[in-house]
């Protein structure tokens, strides 16, 4: 951890047992569920999508470890008892608390943090409160005492290592959290204006693409780069670099490529993009776990117009996200580049670009990569 998130988890540390004797007010409310009880049965895994109003956050369940706490979670989204709360307290970068029924009503403020307790019986304690853990708000002293209140921690909280139960991870949307955890809090730590639940939402987990897809599979998709300059439509050759073709229609299914810029253009030879420098905004922590660098999987595959190959740096595994088109043949890429694809549909677009002006290889103005889309034909 660097030494700015230690201080800020050093901070939560201090808030937290600041305010552990402090009753129905506590930032972490543990769900204690006075007589809710109920068998866990194996079921597909689960997620809660929370759309809120600083963006959509994803918390992937785990009623293995919290059964009861999960499927009272997952009763009260159902019926509708989590849309309309807010995260009423939040620490910078270290914590957001939110569920309490009362904060459907902004005339009832002063009892935020005291509602939808009693609920739901004591289950395992968390050993490590890490980041991204969403636990059960209880009250100090009460085993019993959590219900539909939980709290999601932003930086790793030994200090409550432990102490609560557990019961989802944030999968995506950390980004909003923080967003939320930044807001202006009163004397009293709860937040100033309203960080809203708008809905939640129970769904099975859906499964990640590409990653079981066979050379076969991969084969009928196509990506169609979506550019200032036109369409670009581009057919792969999982039969010469599988693991590259499925890397890149994640890194496309995720965003990744959204919003990027065609940097470089070498008349004769390549126009490249992908680079990470040309996005005008930061990859979100669920595109950043994506990116890797890519084993090279060098083929046969020659260099001529139309080819769609990895770039990299001196080192054949430094691939990762920048791809280059062939604007001609280049028979010194050939056998040393990872070649995965070529243009099928939309070379008058690759044109363009490659006759755009430019200073050296940098074009003089900049050549958008909208969006990247996966198709199937």
Do not use: W
Not at 74 to 93: E, L, M, P, S
Not at 167 to 180: P, T
Not at 210 to 227: G, H, N, P, Q
């Amino acid at each position: 951890m660097s030494r700015g998130n230690a201080e800020r988890a050093e901070i939560a540390k201090r808030v937290f047992d600041k305010r552990k004797n402090a009753c129905c007010s506590l930032f972490v409310v543990a769900l204690v569920v006075c007589g809710f009880s109920r068998t866990a049965t194996a079921q597909a895994p689960r997620q809660a999508v929370l759309d809120t109003s600083a963006g959509p956050v994803i918390i992937d369940l785990a009623p293995e470890t919290a059964p009861n706490q999960v499927a009272y979670f997952i009763q009260t989204a159902q019926q509708g008892g989590y849309d309309g709360t807010v995260f009423h307290r939040a620490i910078k970068f270290g914590m957001v608390q939110g569920g309490d029924p009362l904060s459907k009503d902004p005339s009832k403020r002063s009892q935020y943090g005291s509602g939808g307790l009693n609920a739901v019986r004591a289950e395992a304690r968390a050993p490590k409160m890490t980041r991204g853990s969403v636990a059960a708000v209880m009250v100090p002293g009460k085993p019993d005492s959590a219900g539909t209140q939980f709290f999601i921690v932003l930086a790793d909280q030994p200090a409550l290592d432990g102490q609560y139960t557990v019961f989802g991870h944030v999968s995506d949307g950390m980004e909003a959290l923080l967003k939320i955890s930044e807001m202006p809090v009163d004397a009293g730590g709860l937040v100033v204006d309203r960080a809203e639940i708008r809905k939640v939402t129970i769904r099975d987990t859906p499964p990640e693409r590409f990653i079981t897809d066979s050379a076969e599979e991969l084969a009928k998709y196509r990506a169609v780069l979506d550019t200032s300059a036109g369409p670009i439509t581009i057919e792969f050759f999982p039969d010469k670099a599988r693991e590259t073709v499925r890397q890149f229609l994640r890194l496309a299914d995720a965003g990744v490529y959204n919003g990027m810029a065609f940097h470089r253009v070498a008349p004769g030879f390549v126009i490249q993009t992908g680079a990470l420098s040309s996005r005008p905004a930061p990859l979100t922590e669920k595109q950043q776990k994506l990116v890797h660098n890519l084993q090279p999987e060098f083929n046969d595959t020659k260099h001529v117009k139309g080819i769609v190959s990895m770039a990299r740096g001196d080192a054949p595994d430094s691939a990762s996200t920048s791809f280059f088109i062939c604007t001609g043949a280049s028979t010194a890429l050939d056998g040393v580049y990872t070649a995965f694809g070529r243009v099928v549909d939309g070379m008058a677009a690759v044109e363009t670009i490659e006759a755009a002006p430019r200073t050296g290889e940098t074009p003089n103005d900049r050549i958008d990569l909208r969006t990247v889309r996966i198709t199937q034909r």
